[in-house]
């Protein structure tokens, strides 16, 4: 059963109008349909909510109550956190509510993953989304998307990562038993795979830092190459299968029967 976050409940009335907007109890903040926003919990302890303004109306008393998609964090979801979960990422949620907007405290932006890896400052109030999230049965939404490094995970933007330029994949460099001061030093990387590989083209101006730049070519994370890696994330998560499309057959063939 999906969860019920803390609210007041909605009644059914006479002369409830839409409203185009509604500015913040004690702020100049106005909020619009479509826009996200913090959401203050029952909980003083724990962090505000998010979620994205699906509807905002008035009832016959100047009640202002706003429908709301939640976002959900990943310690939220039946799965929890894992070890390629961002600290701001969120999944949007199929948990539709209705809340007073008086518990409204903030905006926010959630970006799309691609638009997040571009900001060169990350402000709190900026957060990110790549997974849609059913509450009810852990499903996520694409179930799949690309993995690197020999430890096969998927890409977390707050991590280092380094590129190797025969088999253009990335690393952790703690995977690759290196700092991440020595990480940002390098000018050029070689996996142990492809070190000795003579035939290695190198290029003058190194190799960026993370997968982002990947991203930014290609226009999308799971637009991946013949031989990319995958993982695919079972709703709840309880177990991972990993697969090389070298493989690809062998490994449907084992995992069908």
């Given amino acids: 059963m999906a969860k019920t976050r803390p609210g007041i409940p909605t009644k059914t009335k006479t002369g409830k109008r839409d409203l185009e907007s509604y500015t913040i109890r004690g702020t100049n903040k106005i909020v619009r349909v479509g826009d996200c926003v913090l959401m203050r919990p029952s909980d ?15 009832d016959a008393r100047n009640n202002v ?6 976002y959900y ?16 990422e969120l999944f949007l949620s199929d948990h539709y509510d209705v809340q007073s907007a008086h518990t409204i405290e903030g905006k926010c932006i959630v970006h799309s993953f691609k638009n997040y890896t571009k900001l060169e400052n990350v402000g709190a109030e900026d957060y990110y ?6 509450a009810a049965s852990g499903g996520f939404t694409p179930d799949r998307v690309a993995v690197y490094c020999k430890c096969e995970m998927p890409y977390n933007p707050d991590d280092l990562m ?11 460099p703690a995977c690759v038993g290196m ?17 000795s590989d003579d035939d290695i ?24 190459e013949p031989f990319t890696l995958y993982t695919i994330l079972l709703p709840p998560p309880k177990k991972k299968i990993t697969f090389n499309s070298r493989r690809l057959l062998s490994y449907i063939i084992m995992y069908l029967t």
Avoid at 44 to 53: D, F, Q
Avoid at 65 to 70: L, Y
Avoid at 73 to 88: D, I, T, V, Y
């Fill in 44 to 58: 003083t302890g724990k962090p505000p909510y998010v979620a994205r303004i699906e509807k905002i109306e008035s």
């Fill in 65 to 70: 109550k706003v429908r709301v998609r939640w």
């Fill in 73 to 88: 964090r990943p310690e939220e979801s039946l799965g929890g956190r894992r070890q390629f979960h961002g600290a701001k």
């Fill in 129 to 134: 989304c790549r997974f849609e999230y059913k």
């Fill in 162 to 172: 380094v590129q190797c330029e025969g088999c253009k994949d990335w690393y952790h």
């Fill in 179 to 195: 700092t991440i001061e020595e990480a940002k030093k390098l000018e050029h990387f070689v996996c142990t795979e492809c070190s």
């Fill in 201 to 224: 083209k190198r290029t003058q101006n190194g190799f960026s830092s993370s997968p982002a730049a990947d991203v930014k070519k290609s226009n999308s994370l799971i637009d991946v």
